[in-house]
């Protein structure tokens, strides 16, 4: 079993729903909303992110490269006189340290938020859930998954029946083999 | 857990009531003590006032610049349709309302203007005959002020506009109206970006008669914007301060002027910088006169400050969600940008009056302090007569409500 599901109609339900989730001390969950829902980060209890520290990492290693390559190369491997300049004039290098910085940044932001949320993954048990379809036009899920700690078949089934939701059901972690012979 | 709490506006004071005389009270005073002040050190440096002229020119292009910033932020928000604006939007409006006002305070530069601007006296020291009788036409008193009557009429006719159809809406609840503010915006962006390049030109840029950037404008206009929205974020707090607007105001509220000072901190950089690389690659004489005399003696230092202390000090400053919803760093930031974009205004300025040392001092300072004094009288004044708060736009309860996702 990948983990139990719980089905909402509305959103307000929801939210107060992951609040009690959070409470109860699981870790391995998540919601699943057509829209974003204010107030739902602070309901779910979700912390703030390192990315911030790597795109600034990714920042300055695209500034550093910059200037390093454009002293090597003009100043240094092939020295070359421009209209009179000095081989390395910082504002030559600016732009170029600019560009980088920037594309430097993107990249570690992009690829980082691929790593950290574990991308790419071309498939997911969530999918297979028939009800779960309604995730993106007009119902709200909360996934616990089976292998968080504190998951126990009885008491989480318990917990989520307790949460005011329409149904709780079992996600299986294997494909359904309806789908085998398309 | 119910949903989040959408504040009320009858949870806090909305109305600036006796303080706007207090302060219009103060305000005058300083102003008219810091003016007495000036002229007093003007007259005895015995040089035409032309030291005191340079001084009050700077201060009054900091204060410009500030209610310029405000003018062109009322038409962004409403071409964007900006929601989480509304409920500051009427200390921007008041603060564009200084805009008729501050043509009086530019009187003491027109009625000094051969002391100030070389083109207007009989023998430019800096111009070949031939360049001064070339840009005659342009540079010549009379054609000067027509053109500051103009700035300032279609200035005043914008901030008026908003000014008065918000008002209404507070009387009347028309929603109609806002749509009315939303169609005239995109022309009001025009007419803005026309005036305020002329008047950076004019005021700034022709001190200098034999230099010229066509960049110069949006120069200006960055370092204005920068410091509009430092200013806006300390006159927010210095109301909260006071018991206004609490919890109307909120921290995604202060997120959004500290995301809105980084961001246009590193646009003026990049624009400084533009205009710097340009002519430091093309090395011509004639282009590159103005940065040598702010590179020597001095003012170097001034640009280095500015570098420093106006792009990179901020800009890793205000880098962090921390610091912009952190209040305390958040004034402080504000302050800082403050000050460098007076420094900024005086090191485009200045060296034109001194250009072999910075004549940094008390005079400066009350210059300061007198066009200080009267703007916030002017906004004080005008900031008492209608709620703080557009109380019935249809888009308040959304900006009482708004989150940074």
Known sequence: ?????????????????????????????????????????????????????????????????ALLMIWW?????????????????????????????????????????????????????????????????????????????????????????????????????????????? | MTEPQIPKLTDTLIELGGLGTRL????????????????????????????????WLVSFAFFLSLSLGALVFLPIQFVTRASWSVVIRRLVEVMAMALPFLALLLLPVLLNLRQVYEWASPQPQHLTPELAAHKAPFLNPVFFVVRWVVNFAIWTWLALFYWRTSRRQDRTGDQALTLRMVNRSGPALILFALTCSLAAMDLLMTLDPAWFSTIFGVYFFAGGFVAFHAALTLITMGLQRTGRLQRLVSAEHFHDYGKLMFAFTFFWAYIAFSQY?????????????????????????????????????????????????????????????????????????????????????????????????????????????????????????????????
């Open chain 1, 1 to 65: 079993m990948h983990g139990l599901v719980v089905e909402f109609d509305d959103p307000r339900r929801l939210v107060a729903a992951c609040a009690k989730v959070r409470e109860a001390g699981y870790r391995r969950w998540d919601a699943h909303t057509p829209f974003p829902i204010h107030g739902m980060d602070a309901a779910m209890g979700i912390r703030g992110t390192r990315l911030p520290w790597l795109v600034l990492a990714g920042g300055a290693a695209g500034l550093g490269a």
């Open chain 1, 73 to 182: 190369m003009n100043a240094m491997d092939y020295p070359l006189n421009i209209s009179g300049k000095p081989l390395f004039g910082l504002p030559a290098a600016i732009p170029v340290a600019f560009e980088l910085t920037v594309l430097f940044s993107a990249f570690a932001a992009f690829l980082g938020m691929w790593i950290a949320n574990g991308l790419p993954r071309l498939h997911h048990p969530l999918l297979q859930h028939e009800p779960f379809r309604r995730a993106t036009s007009d119902r709200f899920f909360i996934v616990i998954e089976s292998t968080d700690p504190r998951f126990d078949p009885q008491a989480t089934r318990a917990l989520l029946a307790s949460l005011g939701g329409l149904a709780v059901t079992e996600v299986q972690e294997q494909i359904h083999e309806e789908g085998a012979g398309r």
């Open chain 2, 24 to 55: 219009w009270r103060g305000g005058l005073i300083v102003g008219l003590a810091a003016l007495a002040g000036a002229l007093a050190l003007g007259l005895a440096a015995g040089d035409h006032l032309r030291h005191f002229s340079f001084s």
């Open chain 2, 277 to 405: 690389m340009l002519y430091w690659y093309g090395n011509i004489p004639e282009e590159t006169l103005w940065y040598l005399v702010r590179q020597s003696s001095g003012w170097g230092a001034i640009g280095l400050l500015l570098a420093g202390g106006a792009f990179f000090v901020p800009f890793l400053g205000l880098i962090s969600r921390f610091a912009k919803r952190n209040r305390k760093l958040l004034a402080f930031w504000a302050a800082w940008i403050l000050v460098m974009q007076w420094f900024n205004l005086y090191w485009v300025a200045m060296p034109v009056f001194s250009p072999d040392h910075v004549p940094l001092g008390l005079l400066d300072a009350l210059c300061l302090l007198s066009v200080g004094g009267f703007w916030l009288a002017v906004i004080a004044k005008l900031g008492a007569v209608a709620s703080l708060v557009p109380v019935n736009d249809p888009r308040l309860p959304e900006s009482l409500g708004f989150e940074n996702a």
